[in-house]
């Protein structure tokens, strides 16, 4: 896990995975790849480490991954909560009480909606639903 924690920033992408022997790099933003593993590779996450550089309640995709081990370097209050109580290792550089957009100008749009959830069951739905309503739009920008 040590020699992942600066990986994200030096490799540039999103997110790192260290399972099965390899470590594995992600570029997406948001929870983009985390979702992908989680709803069309699940067995991919399984007793995996993860370097993400920002966690907020949303990565909690974790769960039902069954992933082992996390490290953020920056993590929200309620997703540090939701991790730990499931029993997930967790560690951090900065906790803070919500995650930002990438703007900063607001609540990251997933941090609000999940904000209140307390298990993950209740969180992938809200995902899925945001996860397609961002392709819609992508879709229909194309199109303009």
């Known amino acids: 896990m040590e020699k992942m924690?600066?990986?994200?920033?030096?490799?540039?992408?999103?997110c790192v995975v260290?399972?099965?022997?390899?470590?594995?790099?992600f570029h997406k933003q948001g929870v983009a790849d985390l979702y992908d593993m989680v709803?069309?590779?699940p067995c991919f996450l399984k007793d995996a480490s993860i370097a993400d550089k920002v966690v907020g309640k949303a990565a909690t995709l974790m769960i039902p991954g069954d992933v082992k081990k996390?490290?953020?370097?920056?993590?929200?209050?309620?997703?540090?909560?939701l991790l730990r109580n499931a029993r997930i290792e967790t560690d951090f550089r900065n906790?803070?009480?919500?995650?930002r957009n990438r703007f900063r100008t607001d609540w990251c749009p997933l941090e609000r909606r999940c904000y209140d959830k307390k298990k993950s069951e209740e969180i992938l739905p809200l995902i899925k639903d945001f996860m397609k309503s961002i392709k819609e739009l992508h879709i229909?920008?194309?199109?303009v």
Request: aromatic share 12%; no cysteine; hydrophobic share 40%.
């Open 70 to 81: 996390v490290y953020a370097q920056v993590i929200s209050l309620s997703a540090l909560i």
């Open 39 to 41: 709803t069309n590779r």
């Open 95 to 99: 906790v803070v009480p919500f995650i």
């Open 18 to 25: 260290e399972n099965y022997g390899e470590v594995f790099t």
């Open 5 to 14: 924690i600066n990986l994200p920033h030096e490799s540039g992408s999103s």
């Open 140 to 143: 229909q920008t194309e199109w």
